[in-house]
């Protein structure tokens, strides 16, 4: 169970550390700003492993940062593909809602 909370916490801090504006990171790690503000807030939302990933490597954190209960020690880490009908990019899933 991911705690949403405290992803919101770390994520917030290091965009905070490396004075990164939150729609920079969003535009940049390819996630809708409302998706990071609602987790800067720690509600439950839908971002996959990948986006936390971008997101991540955007901010220079280690892969499992945001997420993992001990980010600073190497964590195994369980890779799960998605269904092909599941796109894992929020972006596309928003552009193919407007156009409908």
């Known amino acids: 169970m991911v705690d949403?909370?405290?992803v919101g916490r770390r994520l917030r801090e290091a965009r905070e550390t490396h004075h990164v504006e939150r729609a920079?990171?969003?535009r940049d790690a390819s996630v809708?700003?409302?998706v990071?503000?609602?987790l800067e807030a720690g509600e439950a939302v839908p971002i996959s492993t990948a986006a936390l990933a971008r997101v991540e490597r955007?901010?220079?954190l280690s892969p499992t940062a945001l997420w993992a209960d001990t980010p600073h020690e190497e964590v195994a880490l369980s890779f799960h593909f998605?269904?092909?009908s599941v796109?894992?990019?929020f972006t596309r899933m928003r552009m193919r809602h407007e156009k409908r």
């Open 58 to 60: 955007r901010l220079k």
């Open 24 to 26: 920079a990171l969003a």
């Open 87 to 89: 796109p894992d990019f």
């Open 82 to 84: 998605r269904h092909a």
């Open 32 to 34: 809708p700003e409302e």
């Open 4 to 6: 949403f909370a405290a």
């Open 36 to 38: 990071l503000a609602r």
